[in-house]
């Protein structure tokens, strides 16, 4: 089956840097997806990869190892607005998504 | 201002009840989809549409049905709604090409409770 595992919840200090760890197993890969979501509202957007590597936009970066089935999403400079849920998502062979659980991330001051 | 405008924002509906979710985008998105997400499980795919016309089934597909009348709809409706029916539903869509295929954007959600 496919599989997407992420911890449930991570705690973080506001100003530190955190890292989200996401594995996945799929029946093939077109490319990783990683959302926020805030409480109570709809996902949006965060970052893609499809090559190994590093991206970076801004305070976030995401980063991939395919051959690991491996990825995270790095956020540096954390400020409480930061405190959401952090979807993984990886596009299989067929194109579809698949959702990871999500990890909430609380932000302390 | 642009997206996808999603109603109702919450309903309490009694078993056996017929409800329709409503979804509407102005992106001109080729693909449309509806989720269901509950605590503790990951966005779940309950129906989509690649195009105006087609639709598809997604993972849990059963005790729901869709439409894709024109670009812009596309209705979620319960025939007759069960318990487990509750959870929180988003309607989404993107582009169907390059590097915008799969970018979902989303609307704020549907929140369902069915007693």
């Known amino acids: 089956g496919q599989n997407i595992d992420q911890p449930t919840e991570m705690t973080a200090t506001e100003g530190a840097i955190v890292q989200i760890n996401c594995t996945y197993q799929?029946?093939?890969?077109?490319?990783l997806f990683w959302y926020q979501q805030h409480a109570g509202e709809a996902p949006t957007f965060l970052s893609y990869?499809?090559l190994d590597g590093l991206e970076e936009k801004g305070r976030f970066s995401s980063f991939l190892s395919r051959s690991k089935g491996y990825s995270y999403l790095l956020l540096k400079e954390l400020q409480m607005k930061d405190s959401a849920s952090y979807l993984c998502?990886?596009?299989?062979?067929?194109?579809?998504?698949?959702w990871g659980a999500g990890t909430k991330l609380i932000i302390k001051p | 201002t642009a997206g996808i405008t999603q109603a109702p924002t919450s309903q309490i509906l009694a078993a056996g009840r017929s409800m329709t979710l409503r979804c509407t985008q102005d992106?001109?998105?080729?693909?449309m989809y509806w989720y269901r997400q509950d605590l503790g499980l990951g966005l779940r795919l309950i129906h989509y549409?690649?195009?105006?016309?087609?639709?598809g089934k997604g993972e849990v597909p059963d005790g729901y049905s869709v439409s894709r009348a024109n670009t812009d709809d596309f209705p979620l409706t319960l025939a007759s709604a069960v318990p487990s029916q509750t959870s929180v539903y988003f309607c989404?869509?993107?582009?169907?090409?390059?590097?915008?295929?799969?970018?979902?954007?989303f609307g704020a959600g549907s929140r369902l409770t069915v007693l």
């Open positions: 989404a869509s993107s582009g169907t090409s390059g590097a915008g295929a799969n970018v979902l954007t």
């Open positions: 992106m001109r998105h080729n693909a």
């Open positions: 549409s690649n195009t105006a016309g087609t639709t």
């Open positions: 799929t029946s093939g890969f077109n490319g």
């Open positions: 990869n499809v």
């Open positions: 998502a990886v596009r299989d062979s067929n194109y579809q998504l698949i």
